[in-house]
């Protein structure tokens, strides 16, 4: 498994980004998928996931500005992020979580960086 992301860079407040994750390795049985994000000094926290049936869940935080989806083989998942603001700017993970196991899997991270 090899969960590798793109899209991330540098916006200004109030701007839209949109990262994609796709596992570019050996496929997995998918429990869930999502974007964990960390700042400087921070802890990694979730901002939204979404299981294999297709339950959405968003941080609060991102709540109404962020959307989570995938493509139709449930292989890519996206995250849409709008009106960000300087507290989104973080390195976003791509996690994944498989059915046979109970550690997950984790992408490199893209780094997001929202300033004027």
């Known amino acids: 498994v090899q969960l590798v992301e793109s899209g991330g860079g540098l916006v200004q407040p109030g701007g839209s980004l949109r990262l994609s994750c796709t596992n570019a390795?050996?496929?997995?049985?998918?429990?869930?998928m999502g974007w964990y994000r960390q700042a400087p000094g921070k802890q990694r926290e979730l901002v939204a996931s979404?299981?294999?049936?297709?339950?959405?869940t968003y941080a609060e935080a991102v709540k109404g500005r962020f959307t989570i989806s995938r493509d139709n083989a449930k292989t890519t998942i996206f995250l849409q992020m709008n009106s960000l603001k300087v507290d989104d700017t973080a390195v976003y993970f791509c996690?994944?979580?498989?059915?046979?196991?109970?550690?997950?899997?984790w992408g490199q991270g893209t780094q997001v960086t929202v300033s004027s």
């Open positions: 996690q994944g979580v498989s059915l046979l196991q109970q550690n997950p899997y």
């Open positions: 390795g050996t496929p997995f049985r998918i429990s869930s």
């Open positions: 979404i299981t294999f049936n297709g339950i959405e």
